[in-house]
């Protein structure tokens, strides 16, 4: 079993930023993915940004230029920078960890987006 602990939610203005963290505990396995994704209400959950345990990065189109996603490699933790935020990007943000078809969700912390 994974568990994932997620902070650094909040509510900012349009422009401004924000910086999620997301650290993963338990039967953690070396060769992973690890990331983010979001759901805003009446909507299906998305991708926002991943990253493998090989530093190979996946972004939404949406936040491309905007949000960094970086991990750190002594530690099964996964942050996402969100800079120049929009009121589209306000939704519940849940981290994410896959290892091989094995998938888990954090509990997800809500991202707000004043304009």
């Known amino acids: 079993q994974v568990h994932l602990g997620e902070s650094g939610g909040g509510l900012v203005q349009a422009g401004e930023s924000l910086r999620l963290s997301c650290t993963a505990s338990g039967n953690i396995v070396s060769v992973n993915v690890l990331g983010w994704y979001r759901q805003a209400p009446g909507s299906q959950r998305e991708l926002v940004a991943t990253m493998t345990s090989f530093g190979v990065t996946n972004y939404a189109d949406s936040v491309k230029g905007r949000f960094t996603v970086s991990r750190d490699r002594a530690r099964p933790t996964v942050t996402l920078q969100m800079n120049s935020l929009k009121s589209e990007d306000t939704a519940v943000y849940y981290c994410?960890?896959?290892?091989?078809?094995?998938?888990?969700w954090g509990q997800g912390t809500q991202v707000t987006v004043s304009s």
């Open positions: 994410y960890y896959r290892w091989r078809e094995f998938e888990y």
